[in-house]
Structures are given as C-alpha cells and as structure tokens.
C-alpha cells in the first residue's frame, strides 16, 4: 500500500490552520515539526488525570510514574535501545550533550584528545570545545569534503590515536542533509578505544535508528523534530551509564537513567514522546505491511516503527528530487548538499541552496510572505557555514521537508522562488 497522504495530513490539526485564507506551507521542519492529534490528547490526557510528582502512593502520582515509564520504552523501541533504562530524558538534546560532557569529563585529562566535525550543530560541538577548555583536551576536527559534502572516512584514521577517548559525530546534518555512515565511524572510532557520542536530532525524523547496529555509546535525538513535543532524549549503554558519575542534588535517586534526570521532568513531554513513537507505529501497522518483511528480526511496535520510518524515507525522497529538479531549474541556484539522483539514499530532505543575487534572509522573508515557513542564516551549524565560505553572505536559505509534506506545495514554493528570483 502507497503512502496515504491524505489520512496522514488529516492527523496534522496544523495543517490545516490558515492566515487569511492561506495555507501554510510548513518547510521548517529542520527547525521543529508538527504534531499528531494522538500527540496533543495523550499531552491533554497526562495533564488532566497524572499531574502530579513522582513517588506517591495516590492515583495522579502513580500515573506520572507509568506514563515516564512508558515513555522510556517506547524510546528503547523507537532506537531498539537493549533496556529502557538506557534511556535518559532531558529539556532537549543541547541541555542533555553539556551534561552528559560534565559526567564524561570526569574520565579525561589534560592531553587526552576529542575528535568534532566540520558538520555539526553546534549542540554537538560547543560542550566538547567547552570541555576541552576546561580539563586541557586536544580538539581534532574531521573535515568534510565540500564538493560532495561528505566525509572522507580515511581522514577519520588519521585523527585518531591511543589518545582519543571520545568522537562526536551528527548523523545526518541540519545544514546539507548529509546522512553520515555512523556504524563505520563507530567501529573506526571504537577500534581506537573512543567513546562515540552520536547526534540523531536530524535523522530521527526521516530514518529508523538501531542503536546496537550503530555500535555507538551514546546517542541523542529531539522529540520535537520527530513530530512529538519538546523532548530531548539520550540513549546511554548501560554499563556506561551505570559507571558515570551524575551531576544530582542528593536526595535524588543515585542509580539507573533517574540519576541523570535532574528535578522535576515533563510528563506531559513524555506522554507526547511516546505518542509521536505510537504514531509511527501506527503507520507501520496500516500502511507499511509490505516493509515488515525487511524487518523481521523484530515484532511489535519495533518493527512497525521501522517499516513506517521505510514508506516514509521513499516519500520524502520523492519530494527531495522534485524540490531538487526544480531548483536546478531555476537561475543561478546552487544547493549546498547532495543532488545526484543516485546517492539520494544519502541524504535526508533538508535542502540548503543560495543564489548570488539575494541574501537567504531576503528569500525567508520573500517565501513568508507567501505563508511558505523557511528557515535562513547558519541554523546553529556554524562549522558548516564556515566551511563552506558563507558566514559573510548570511549562510543559506533551508528548505526542510517532512512526510506530510506534498508534491502540490514543492510545486508551489518553486514557483514562489521563480517569482522571486
Ligand atoms: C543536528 C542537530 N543537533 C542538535 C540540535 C539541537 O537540538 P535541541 O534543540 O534539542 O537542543 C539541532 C537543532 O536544530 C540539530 O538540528
């Protein structure tokens, strides 16, 4: 069974929400995404029957309590983490990295070395540079090449050493959409004695997530991208979770994922991270039967998330070519990422481009007009914008798509860039 995109627009309130008459067109999807009703009900539903903290003996309590629990299953689903105590839940993925270096930073010292990429949010690379400032460490930056906007991964041996104790890596890019090969930097990186501490915010939304396939130690991702409410979630290996000291004031609890988790967490953010795992599932489960078959070392929710993450990437991929196509079609743009038809499979439909005569922030603001939501500027992936010689001209102009996403509005905001440009 295709895609129905239909069925999937109507569970989006969102979108069918209109400023005088006119549709939005939600191409900021890199920067955060909408939400399922199923997402909104189980967030109303927590609030109205299970506001309360944890720990008590009465109804409103002991709901808080199986409402986190569930959350943390549904996240070892959705990343096939081994235990649901490896997952750890935080503001968000920014918060969660600058405290997971605290902990980590308690087993490295002056001398030892880290290795960042060019690639990266700055949510993966500020609270390593930070930590390295603070205990002394060696930064190594792996470079990636900016003609095909990909690593060379033999640039990766070549920083690595019997000093690397840490590689932190996106695995896919919020600038180029580059989709990186986090399971071969991993083994690189592991076979050199480093941790891996991998950064999914962008992937989450388009691909499915094996943790243990990846064979990384840690791995971080955002709700709030993948269709869910303002979540961040990290996925630790137990062992190593188990040994790291936590940062916690003293009466909380001083073992599992709780000890990371400091004060009062959002239930209602976990009610909703489960839901946005639901509807994944939900799609699984109607339209993906024919996935399931590549999925068969799982059963349940595991794989119908996975074969829904399947229908979905095809989709978007779809759209990702038309948007593509029709930008090369158009004067003097230049996507900043992956446009061959055939390494498509590459990239996730995050499409970055500038044009020499308008600056990104004047497209933005030329699309909004059109009720089209674009983002501009360097999106926080200030090393890829360096990199690439943009940070003078004002970074680039994104185009993020999702699978709600239709062929009808790429075509629309084809024709509104024509018009612009
Ligand atoms: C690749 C990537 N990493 C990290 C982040 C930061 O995520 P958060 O807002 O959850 O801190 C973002 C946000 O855009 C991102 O795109």
């Not at 918060?95 to 997971?100: G, H, N, Y």
């Not at 390295?132 to 470079?143: E, I, S």
């Amino acid at each position: 069974m295709p895609i129905d995109i239909d069925a999937i627009r109507a569970q989006f309130p969102s979108l069918a929400v209109t400023d005088d008459n006119r549709a939005r067109i939600y191409f900021d999807n890199p920067g955060g995404t909408q939400v399922p009703q199923i997402v909104i009900d189980r967030m109303t539903d927590c609030l109205i029957r299970n506001n309360a903290n944890l720990g008590g003996y009465f109804a409103t309590s002991i709901g808080a309590g199986a409402i986190m629990d569930g959350a943390r299953s549904a996240m070892a689903d959705f990343l096939n983490a081994a235990s649901p105590d490896e997952i750890v839940f935080g503001q968000n993925m920014t918060t969660l990295t600058f405290s997971m270096s605290r902990s980590l930073g308690r087993r490295f010292g002056p001398g030892d070395e880290i290795v960042l990429t060019r690639m990266d949010h700055d949510g993966n690379v500020s609270p390593w540079l930070l930590l390295a400032r603070d205990l002394g460490l060696t930064v190594k930056w792996l470079d990636f090449n900016p003609e095909t906007f990909e690593f060379d991964l033999p640039d990766l041996a070549k920083l690595l050493g019997p000093k690397t104790r840490l590689v932190a890596v996106n695995h896919a890019s919020n600038a180029t959409g580059t989709i990186n090969d986090v399971k071969a930097i991993s083994r690189m990186a592991k076979e050199a004695g480093a941790l891996v501490y991998v950064d999914s915010v962008q992937y989450a939304p388009h691909g499915s997530i094996d943790v243990q396939d990846i064979g990384c130690d840690f791995l971080v991702c955002s709700a709030y991208k993948f269709f869910g409410p303002h979540q961040g979630i990290l996925w630790g290996r137990a062992d190593l979770l188990e040994e790291l000291e936590a940062y916690k004031v003293r009466p909380a609890a001083s073992a599992g994922p709780e000890k990371f988790e400091t004060g009062t967490q959002s239930h209602e953010g976990m009610a909703g991270v489960t839901a946005a795992v639901d509807y994944f599932a939900g799609i699984g489960a109607t339209m993906a039967k024919e996935h399931h078959t590549r999925h068969a070392g799982f059963s349940g929710r595991r794989r119908d998330v996975r074969a829904a993450m399947d229908l979905l990437f095809a989709y978007e991929t779809s759209l990702a070519e038309r948007l593509i196509d029709g930008l090369k079609t158009l004067p003097d743009v230049t996507v900043q990422g992956i446009t061959a038809p055939e390494a498509m499979a590459r990239r996730v439909p995050t499409i970055s481009f500038i044009t020499p005569h308008h600056a990104p922030r004047e497209l933005a603001a030329a699309l909004a007009g059109q009720n089209v939501f674009a983002w501009s500027g360097h999106n926080y992936a200030v090393e890829v914008i360096d990199r690439l010689g943009l940070a003078e001209r004002g970074g680039v102009l994104r185009l993020g798509l999702a699978h709600y996403n239709t062929a009808a509005e790429v075509d629309f905001v084809l024709d509104a860039l024509r018009r612009v440009l």
